[in-house]
RNA sequence: UGACCUAUGGUGUAAUGGUAACACACCAGUUUUUGGUUCUGGUUUUCUAGGUUCGAGUCCUGGUAGGUCAACCA
């Protein structure tokens, strides 16, 4: 069937689009997500991925997994592996895995060319030096001293470089195009480093390091990338990413650049998350605080809500603040669907059916989730002596309390018609027990007492019930915008961003609940089981809470 | 005070010179054995001043505001 309006399209499907119908690229379209392995991905980057085989597999094309690894200093395996690990899990299949550092050998011949075509000398200026001779934007720069150095010479030196004969910072390659140029990443660019370092995959085979404006563009030219994707920051560096291509007569490739993500509620810069992470702020990459893939996987976030997100969040060039309610409504979406629910007492008070014999056990049929299309139930044990939260009792109920207290109604999800005939306190007032009695008449699903009742609230049964810990997770941060907080960030923690429940009961089935399962805890919210549960202590981490209107009432 | 990028409800994103719309959020109601869900309705929008045009959110010019760029990082 024909769709009447065809979604519109984003700018950067546009273009690709356009290109197809021009027949520029008749082999079809191929992109790259280019990460440096030096960290772990983050929701920032889930936008990129989205984006770069999105665009693939819209236009028929293939993604390209490539490592920018050009800085050994900063960058190891381990990274390599957690990188492959998100990407796959938010469910791309690249078409290549591939790393900068293969074209090393390629990057250095290219290099030589440029010094060849006197587009390239080598420079024995110090870093404060070349630095000073940068200009600002505003004032021009002034022209190094080895500006003018022979072909051979350059070729000579170069050669040395590469040979180990100098020191780390003695000499670096620079391109000679113009120090005066109004765009500072065009004013004589490094292209090369000496660092006498071993990379994480070529070793110690080379001891200078390609820059990332040297590296970049050339890798997409080589791997015949032809719709570069970036964020806008990299925007002042396309004109020299255009002019290695032009000068080296290399594939050209094309870079165009998107606003990157900003989130409310967090950070998503690689150094305010390291030092989450450093500070102890957080347990680690993975905490499911953390706005990281490893984080949203821990919280209980499912790829599929990821990409959902991404999907809704569109791409532009403007500046964004991308609101966090947007991604819990995403993944509140997809596990209205899919999550089986079950009842989770996380602030027990004992609520005794005075009128239910006390031997009795009943093993009552409930439905896992009535949003399902093949309904399917589980057994869940009822007796006497059961587990409430505590504020599902009130002594003095207000008006529209579709819940308990004394001469209140409320069936027990699954299970009878309760009225609440009396409750204890202890000395200091606190309610210990709470009493009703039931109506026989009213189990679910054959409830012929014809008594209707507004409110539903969950329970457990105390004799078989499970002990559990609940982490309840909040927004990191308790400001929207943290863009122009700096580092004052730390400052903004929200304290209230992990609570831990130590103790609470659950319905005995979850004893067979596996690691990152995704319930929905009735009347609380999403939860799934943490890695840290074990054979005698579940643990369940808090994705998101379920909407609230009856908090907003209350706060009225 | 140089170059470049950007400006549409509270937040995002569409409208490709021809009725400013969609989602989230918010509000009201509906449905509901979850105060969840569903469904319905509502509030709230083109930075500014000129110009081109029969017609401008869209094109042009100026202004204003925000952002990016001066690492031997990527």
Known sequence: MEELKPKSLNFLEEIVQDDLASGKYSKGILTRFPPEPNGY??????????????LAQRFGGGTNLRFDDTNPVTEETEYV????????????????EVYTSDYFEDLYQFAEKLITLSFAYVDDSTAAEIAAQKGTPTTPGQNSPFRNRSVEENLALFRDMKAGKYADGDKVLRAKIDMAHANMH?????????????????????????????????SDSIEEITHSICTLEFDVHRPLYDWF???????????????RLNLSHTVMSKRKLLQLVNEKVVSGWDDPRMPTISGLRRRGFTPASIRNFCERIGVAKRDNL??????????REDLNKSADRVMAVLDPIKLVITN?????????????????????KRSVPFSNEL?????????????????????????????YIVTCTDFKTDAAGNV????????PESKSGQDTSGVSVKGTIHWVSVAHALEAEVRNFDRLLIVEDASELGDDFMKFINPESLQIVPKVYVEPGLKAAKEGQALQFIRKGYYSLDADSTADKLVFNRTVTLKDTWAKEKAK
Request: aromatic share 14%.
């Open 186 to 218: 065009m004013r004589d660019p490094l292209m090369y480093r000496i660092r006498h370092v071993k990379h994480h995959r070529s070793g110690d085979k080379w001891c200078i390091y390609p820059m990332y404006d040297f590296a970049h563009g050339q």
């Open 387 to 415: 587990y409430i939260e505590r504020d599902d009792f009130m002594i003095d109920p207000p008006k529209k309390f579709f819940r308990l207290g004394v001469g209140l109604q409320v069936r027990l999800k699954g299970a």
């Open 245 to 259: 291509l032009d000068k080296l007569g290399i594939f050209p490739s094309h870079q165009y650049e998107f606003a």
């Open 356 to 376: 239910y014999p006390a031997d009795k056990t009943e093993d009552l049929q409930i439905e896992n989730n009535p949003e399902a299309e093949v309904i399917t």
């Open 41 to 54: 991905l983050h929701i920032g980057h889930a936008k990129s991925i989205c984006l770069n085989f999105g």
């Open 432 to 439: 210990t027990e709470v009493h009703a009695e039931y109506i």
């Open 322 to 331: 991308i609101d966090l309610s947007l991604l819990e409504f995403c993944i």
């Open 81 to 96: 592996e957690s990188i492959k690990k998100d990407v796959s899990w938010l469910g791309f299949t690249w078409a290549n």
